[in-house]
């Protein structure tokens, strides 16, 4: 058969005479024009019926379609339903620069899945049958799904989901694709664009659900039933895994790459966390977090609870402390009591973001401290910032904007703040030295109160 040169553009009536050539041909149809009785042949190549809807509604009933192997949905306004019942060698799914969800149900086979440009939700179901084995797989292209806010890909019946990113990132600090399946075990990802997802895995404790990553730098939440296994094994990228339940039935590893853990109100103790490695960050939030030390080389905490009441045990001296909310936290490490040379750096909010900030650390044994005061340049609101220490003999405070610093915390042994760096006025209620205490600070109108020492 030559190929089709004339343009196959559905009409509102019945169409029965477009049929594909040779060539890649492309069925051009919108919610008014795929209409029951419609009869479309692809012909040989690779075609594609191209379906923009404006409308809420089910789209392909009693249309009969053979040879087009991929099936293009972009929506608006409603949920556009795609009854594929009738669709014969479907291999590809897409929604793409959809604003509103795309649902394919009937599908004869597993296809590749595509979104494109959506943050709208995706479903893709099957008939009967096709999803009743144990070890199906599908292939799910993402370029730019969730970019702009949270969304759901839905695939029930499928094991095991294989997520390849492309073009631009995928999920973002707006939201993540979350990846949801009545029998999805395991999700392996792969691709240079950032993917973050997020799953519900289907395990046991005797089946492991399984994440896997490749160099790419991923962001993955992953939730396992009470009791069951997981092997969570990242790769080389720079990753992100979050989690909101661990037992020692759950492996973890970061792999390589600066790794962070997201450990949010998750209590972490060196027993229930005896299986993660890897990790450089942790992000704390109101809870309690040991990782063992011979496995994790942590370097850097954060803080993200405003009420405070964080605390990561085993922080190695010289690491990086962040603080971009308020709250008294507390970074715990028993080595820190012998050696007069352990430092930690505190960094409190961020560059990007104003407003007042009460942060307060304590950090039993550390013996010297800078703490740095990030804020937005135009924001000249007051902050508190102070270290808690009974061995700090020096602080050094840092804060290049106009806003008002108040120092606290400080020990006994606090001989020199350092506040020169602080463009603001500086007020000193830190407890200090009771003798060859000195204090440095900057261009502002600065205060000295009479602490403990």
Not at 37 to 48: K, R
Not at 153 to 163: K, Q, R
Not at 405 to 425: E, F, P, Q, S, Y
Request: no cysteine; glycine share 14%.
């Amino acid at each position: 058969t030559p190929a089709n040169t004339a343009p196959l553009i559905l009409t509102s009536g019945v169409d029965t005479t477009l049929v594909g050539g040779a060539g890649n041909d492309s069925y051009t149809a919108t919610n008014l024009t795929l209409t029951a009785g419609d009869v479309l042949s692809g012909g040989d190549g690779t075609d594609a019926l191209n379906l923009t809807s404006t409308l809420a509604g089910t789209y392909g009933t009693g249309v009969v379609m053979t040879g087009v192997e991929n099936v293009n949905v972009t929506a608006s306004v409603g949920t556009a339903t795609v009854d594929a019942s009738g669709f014969t060698g479907v291999t590809g799914v897409t929604s793409s620069g959809s604003t509103a969800d795309v649902v394919f149900n009937g599908l004869k086979t597993i296809p590749t899945v595509n979104m494109t440009a959506t943050s709208s939700n995706l479903t893709v179901g099957f008939a009967t049958a096709v999803t009743t084995g144990t070890t199906d797989a599908a292939t799910i292209n993402v370029n730019g799904a969730a970019g702009t806010g949270a969304a759901t890909l839905t695939i029930n019946g499928v094991e095991t989901l294989n997520v390849a990113t492309s073009g631009s990132n995928t999920g973002s600090s707006a939201g993540a694709l979350t990846i949801t399946g009545d029998a999805l075990s395991t999700l392996n990802i792969t691709g240079t664009a950032t993917a973050r997802v997020s799953a519900a895995l289907v395990a046991t404790a005797s089946a492991a659900g399984t994440v896997t990553s490749d160099a790419g730098a991923h962001d993955v939440t992953f939730t396992v039933p009470a009791g069951a296994a997981a092997n969570v094994a990242m790769g080389a990228g720079n990753d992100t895994v979050r989690i909101s339940s661990i037992s020692a039935a759950q492996t973890i590893a970061g792999g390589d790459g600066t790794d962070t853990l997201v450990a949010g109100a998750t209590a972490i103790t060196t027993t229930t966390g005896a299986n993660i490695s890897g990790f450089e960050t942790v992000s704390i939030g109101a809870a309690s977090v040991a990782l063992p030390t011979a496995t994790n080389t942590v370097a850097t905490v954060a803080f993200t609870d405003a009420a405070g009441g964080g605390t990561y045990t085993g922080l190695a001296a010289g690491s990086t402390v962040n603080q971009t909310v308020s709250g008294a936290n507390t970074v715990v490490n028993t080595a820190w009591a012998t050696p007069t040379t352990d430092a930690l750096t505190i960094n409190v909010g961020s560059a990007s973001a104003g407003g007042a900030i009460t942060q307060g650390l304590t950090a039993t044994g550390i013996d010297t401290a800078t703490i740095n005061n990030l804020q937005l340049s135009t924001d000249a609101t007051a902050r508190s910032v102070g270290i808690t220490s009974a061995n700090l003999a020096s602080l050094t405070v840092n804060s290049t904007g106009a806003a008002p610093i108040t120092i606290t915390g400080g020990g006994v042994a606090l001989a020199t703040i350092n506040a020169a760096g602080v463009n603001g006025t500086v007020t000193n209620n830190a407890t200090t030295a009771t003798a060859g205490f000195s204090l440095t600070t900057g261009a502002g109108a600065d205060a000295l109160t009479g602490g403990a020492g």
